[in-house]
């Protein structure tokens, strides 16, 4: 109708009064159905965004196309009056527009104008990052009372957002100008909104709002994020993960796609720090199953609680066993028809295993050679076993043992042609039994943080760094490779120390002291994660390096040294087991080093 009295003058209109009726009849029959099969009538239009005016230009234009072929071949034979102006087709679809559009959106505009006043005077918040996550910050923070937070700014180093805004707020200056920004202006809170940006840019953000006592809150890095979604909730206080990571590589996200997509998964030591966030990381590419296995049952519990509130149509199997058991291991292969296995199951609290080294064997070499026998049998295809840099002239026997795992598996990959793989890295911040979480009871109950030498360092990535790579490798294995990850530079421990005390609202020496313990014997102040002399080649990912050399024990075959320790174990004869273990292993000096204290970690 609208169409016509637009199109005619008014005299006009009951000419064509039959074909208005007819059009308005066809309009009717067809638009309310092609509404309804692209699902206008069943949003929520206070929550409208880009997204829906898509859906609402799509089932506009669809109905509009429709009714205008019925109209025309109506026309064409003669049910309709044939001077019908052909033009009031186009302004009705332009009509059904504006109108279908408008009444949506503007549910959204009174929404926001009628939401509930902030209690208060509202807070300001400035927002470091002016990208997609600045803007849904803002936006968030923009909409929501309960917050009580009114962006006022955003820095970035972009110099072409520089004076521009978005969604109202300005962009104000450059990251690098935080400290005259506090200086200048009044801010009650920063909040920094990068996830892909290093620790060093985030160090200097959360050191300015240090000096200046302004709270800083930071959305997770991106591997963090990875399967999630960027939002206000995802805000977090500075963690001293985020001042150590690194700036994002390139993703291959089609080479593990590959890998995983479609494909029955099975994780061991699924409770752990590292089998935990790869459950995590796995099931954002949509596996047909995941299997989480481990030993113990709470963190299991734990593990399947997260995965089904992030994946809830994830097809998930809690499985709790252990390793050492050959035949359940294989039943549970066998039951699962799996297809893909990481294998994180390991004992590595390095003074305890080296106070309880049968029990090491048993679980470390004993159950990876279990699990990768079994793969073996039951056609899996792919196996990646997760190692560490201490399996690199190996000075205890916790790195002894995931040692000899590293060769059975890569003897099996060889032998078998399938690919089992082997990925090493060096320490992850915040696992279980790590340096991490022992300082911050040292901070909590007032000090003093006990460090064995000012000079140690180690290598340092984060766990969902660590993981991320540890896909990106799998994904590459062909059968036999030892992938080793770029860790990048070693860490001090003192400057790891400092920065958790600061984190804390503290300041080291005058708050909280930092005392030198004295290095142990056998210790190095350094770890290595390259063998002097081995040939490492790069691969297709720039953090991701392959050793172009296979692992061999350095006496006799690994079967009879495998028997030969298996008969050890047995007996309980510990110091010929180490003994054993020096013999066989390349740079191994496990005898030479003493007894540790058990609640070191450093």
Known sequence: MGSFALRLDVAQLPFYFPAILAMCGVALLI??????????????????????????????????????????????????????????????WLLSLVLIGGSRFALRILAEQSAAPRIGKARRALIVGAGDAGALVVRELQRSSQL??????????????????????????????????????????????????PGGVLRHVNDACRVKGVPSRTMPGIYELIGGKVSVSRLREVDITDLLRREPARIHEEMISQALSGKRVLVTGAGGSIGRELSHQISRWNPAELIVLGHGENSIFETVLELKEDYPTLRLDPVIADIKDRSRFQAILK???????????????????????????????????????????????????VSTDKAVHPANVYGATKRLAEMIVLEAAHRSGRAFSVVRFGNVLGSRGSVIPLFKRQIAVGGPVLITHPDMERYFMT?????????????????????????????????????????????????????FTGIRPGEKLSEELWEPGKI???????????????????????????????????????DEIISLLDEIIPGAAISETPMPDITSVV
């Open 335 to 385: 039951e699962f028809e799996v297809q893909v296995v990481f294998h994180t199951a390991a004992h590595k609290h390095v003074p305890l295993m080296q106070a309880n080294v049968e029990e090491a064997v048993l679980n470390n070499v004993f159950g990876t050679r279990n699990v990768t026998e079994a793969a073996e049998e039951f056609n899996v295809e792919r196996l990646v076993l």
């Open 148 to 197: 009580n937070l009114t962006p006022i700014g955003f820095l970035d180093d972009d110099r072409e957002k520089q004076r521009q805004e978005i969604y109202g707020v300005p962009v104000i200056g450059f990251v690098r100008d935080i400290a005259a920004v506090l200086e200048d202006m009044k801010v009650d809170e920063v909040i920094f909104a990068i996830p892909t940006a």
């Open 31 to 92: 638009k309310i159905p092609t509404y309804y099969f692209f699902g206008l009538y069943r949003r929520i239009w206070i929550y409208a965004s880009t997204n829906e005016l898509r859906l609402i230009t799509a089932a506009v234009t669809s109905g509009a196309v429709l009714t205008s072929g019925i109209m025309l071949a109506l026309i064409s034979l003669r049910f309709v009056v044939p001077g019908m102006p052909r033009s009031a087709l186009g302004i009705d």
């Open 463 to 515: 766990i969902p760094e660590a993981v991320h790579l540890v896909l990106q490798a799998a994904s590459m294995g062909s059968g036999g490779e030892a992938f080793l990850l770029d860790m990048g530079k070693q860490i001090r421990i003192l400057d790891l120390a400092e920065d958790l005390i600061r984190l804390s609202g503290l300041e080291p020496g005058r708050d909280i002291k930092i005392e």
């Open 536 to 574: 490492y080649e790069r691969t297709a990912h720039p953090d991701i390096v392959r050793s172009a050399q296979e692992d061999t024990v350095t006496t006799g075959d690994l079967p009879s040294a495998l028997a030969r320790l298996e008969e050890l174990c047995a007996d309980g004869r510990a």
